[in-house]
């Protein structure tokens, strides 16, 4: 495994787990399995919250970290923070419930969605600040914030930047991570970058047939095929689904899987301190880690990879109630 040190107690490992649509999938002792072979595979970081899909996601995680043995020292927790009630309910009344969940006292990191222009920016960013010197948190990160969003948080808190910053971005989905706007915060150093959505929720990986099921249709009972995957920022999906063959070819070509090759690319990105990943296998999960050894090879593979690029959008802000 590699890591990166982002300013915690330790450095973060170069993979780490998401738990949207995956953890709650499986049963205790399958997911057990799958967070103890993370674990031992050098993995040292979940990404956990409460998800309007899956509400039950958190107290099956702490259930399967219970039946796995492990111990809280053991790996460190990102939690995802949301808007959704905000300011009704405060970012701490929301931490503190999550923390109950997952049966922890503290996380690691809690990574902070956008804001909206409604909300009072100085005084939301001494509310996330709190939640540190509060100790519920060891730092702070965001989820899809706008890099000037980024930079004004920093001004109001004196300098303490987020050390993570949680965008998608994959071997189709580049242009937004790769602008100049976030080129220039992440040449910085002080906060790195966390890709999700590395494999487009599956598709890059090979499952084709996936879709999104918006909050809307889903409360009318409409249920996705397989899994729900994040929406189509840009309008994109179709292009990448109709590129996977070709990744899937280039991979082969290195002795590599699709999966392997679109994770390895992630890391080949110098603001990239960890690949957030879903994963529901253990056999996908240890396929997934050999994406590390093409990083040698990266010079050959690259370059190859160029055509699979599509214009890409920021993800408008997301509220299962008031937006979609
Ligand atoms: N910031 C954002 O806007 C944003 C957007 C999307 C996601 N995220 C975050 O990123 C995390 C991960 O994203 P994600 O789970 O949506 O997407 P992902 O990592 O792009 O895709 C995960 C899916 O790919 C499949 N997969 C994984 N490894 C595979 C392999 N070796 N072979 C074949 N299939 C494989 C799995 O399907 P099966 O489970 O069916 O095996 C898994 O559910 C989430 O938990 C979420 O927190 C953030």
Same mark, same amino acid.
């Given at each position: =495994?590699?890591?990166?040190?982002?300013? %915690?107690?330790? #450095?973060?490992?170069?993979?780490?787990?998401?738990?949207?649509?995956?953890?709650?999938?499986?049963?205790?002792?399958?997911?057990?399995?799958?967070?103890?072979?993370?674990?031992?595979?050098?993995?040292?970081?979940?990404?956990?919250?409460?998800?309007?899909? +899956?509400?039950? &996601?958190?107290?099956?995680?702490?259930?399967?970290?219970?039946?796995?043995? $492990?111990?809280?020292?053991?790996? =460190?927790?990102?939690? +995802? %923070?949301? %808007?959704?009630?905000? #300011?009704?309910?405060?970012?701490?009344?929301?931490? +503190?419930?999550?923390?109950? !969940?997952?049966?922890?006292?503290?996380?690691?990191?809690? =990574?902070?969605?956008?804001?909206?222009?409604?909300?009072?920016?100085?005084?939301?960013?001494?509310?996330?600040?709190?939640?540190?010197?509060?100790?519920?948190? !060891?730092?702070?990160?965001?989820?899809?914030?706008? #890099?000037?969003?980024?930079?004004?948080?920093?001004?109001?808190?004196?300098?303490?930047?987020?050390?993570?910053?949680? *965008?998608?971005?994959?071997?189709?989905?580049?242009?937004?991570?790769?602008?100049?706007?976030?080129?220039? *915060? @992440?040449?910085?150093?002080?906060?790195?970058?966390?890709?999700? @959505?590395?494999?487009?929720?599956?598709?890059?990986?090979?499952?084709?047939?996936?879709?999104?099921?918006?909050?809307?249709?889903?409360?009318?009972?409409?249920?996705?095929?397989?899994?729900?995957?994040?929406?189509?920022?840009?309008?994109?999906?179709?292009?990448? !689904?109709?590129?996977?063959?070709?990744?899937?070819?280039?991979?082969?070509?290195?002795?590599?899987?699709?999966? /392997? $090759?679109?994770?390895?690319?992630?890391?080949?990105?110098?603001?990239?301190? &960890?690949?957030?990943?879903?994963?529901? +296998?253990?056999?996908? $999960?240890?396929?997934?880690?050999?994406? $590390?050894?093409?990083?040698?090879?990266? /010079?050959?593979?690259? #370059?190859? *990879?160029?055509?699979?690029?599509?214009?890409?959008?920021?993800?408008?802000?997301?509220?299962?109630?008031?937006?979609?």
């Amino acid at each position: =495994m590699l890591y990166r040190d982002i300013g %915690l107690d330790r #450095p973060v490992s170069a993979l780490s787990l998401g738990s949207w649509n995956t953890f709650s999938r499986l049963s205790r002792r399958e997911c057990a399995g799958l967070l103890s072979l993370a674990v031992e595979r050098g993995i040292n970081l979940f990404d956990v919250g409460y998800y309007w899909d +899956k509400p039950d &996601t958190e107290e099956a995680f702490a259930a399967a970290m219970r039946t796995a043995g $492990l111990r809280r020292e053991q790996y =460190m927790l990102a939690l +995802k %923070l949301w %808007l959704w009630n905000y #300011p009704e309910q405060s970012l701490a009344e929301q931490a +503190k419930a999550s923390l109950r !969940r997952l049966d922890v006292d503290h996380v690691d990191v809690v =990574m902070v969605s956008r804001p909206t222009p409604e909300v009072d920016f100085a005084a939301f960013c001494e509310e996330v600040d709190a939640l540190v010197r509060a100790g519920i948190a !060891r730092a702070w990160g965001v989820t899809n914030w706008e #890099p000037e969003q980024i930079e004004a948080a920093c001004a109001v808190l004196n300098g303490r930047s987020p050390c993570l910053v949680q *965008l998608q971005y994959n071997v189709a989905r580049r242009n937004v991570v790769e602008d100049a706007r976030y080129a220039r *915060l @992440f040449a910085s150093g002080q906060s790195a970058l966390c890709a999700a @959505f590395v494999l487009e929720g599956g598709i890059l990986a090979g499952h084709l047939d996936r879709d999104r099921v918006n909050p809307s249709d889903f409360a009318r009972g409409e249920r996705p095929r397989e899994r729900n995957i994040a929406r189509d920022a840009g309008g994109v999906r179709e292009q990448i !689904r109709a590129s996977q063959p070709r990744l899937r070819e280039i991979a082969r070509a290195f002795g590599a899987s699709a999966a /392997q $090759l679109a994770i390895a690319f992630t890391l080949t990105n110098p603001a990239t301190a &960890t690949a957030l990943i879903g994963v529901t +296998k253990t056999t996908n $999960l240890e396929e997934n880690l050999g994406a $590390l050894r093409l990083l040698d090879s990266q /010079q050959e593979w690259l #370059p190859l *990879l160029e055509s699979l690029r599509v214009t890409a959008a920021h993800p408008r802000l997301f509220d299962p109630v008031k937006h979609e």
